[in-house]
Nanobody, 115 residues
């Protein structure tokens, strides 16, 4: 089974930037959709961004224009560049992909945006 490990979270002031990484223990070359989700305390997990194998991307309206998802198949890693961070971006961020009937999640990385 593939393990996903997120990193790069932390405490940042509003308006700042962070880059999250999600490293897979196996090859992601054949994985079509790689996704980032986030979950704030007391809220449901929500979609943030996805990238296809061809490099097509899609974003939640709340992050469009501020976040950029990318993937490096050679490094088996997916990234989330987050700019112009807002207080409401505070969440635990998770990477995800689905392979057949298996839904893979990482353990999450905490992002806290302060005023």
């Amino acid at each position: 089974q593939v393990q996903l490990v997120e990193s790069g979270g932390g405490l940042v002031q509003a308006g700042g930037s962070l880059r999250l990484s999600c490293a897979a223990s196996g090859s992601i070359f054949s994985v079509n959709m790689l996704r980032w989700y986030r979950q704030a305390p007391g809220k449901q997990r929500e979609f943030v961004a996805l990238i296809s194998r061809s490099g097509s991307t899609n974003y939640a309206d709340s992050v469009k224009g501020r976040f950029t998802i990318s993937r490096d198949n050679a490094k088996n890693t997916v990234y989330l560049q987050m700019n112009s961070l807002k207080l409401e971006d505070t969440s635990v961020y998770y990477c995800n992909f689905v392979d057949g009937s298996t839904n893979y999640w990482g353990q999450g990385t905490q992002v806290t945006v302060s005023s």
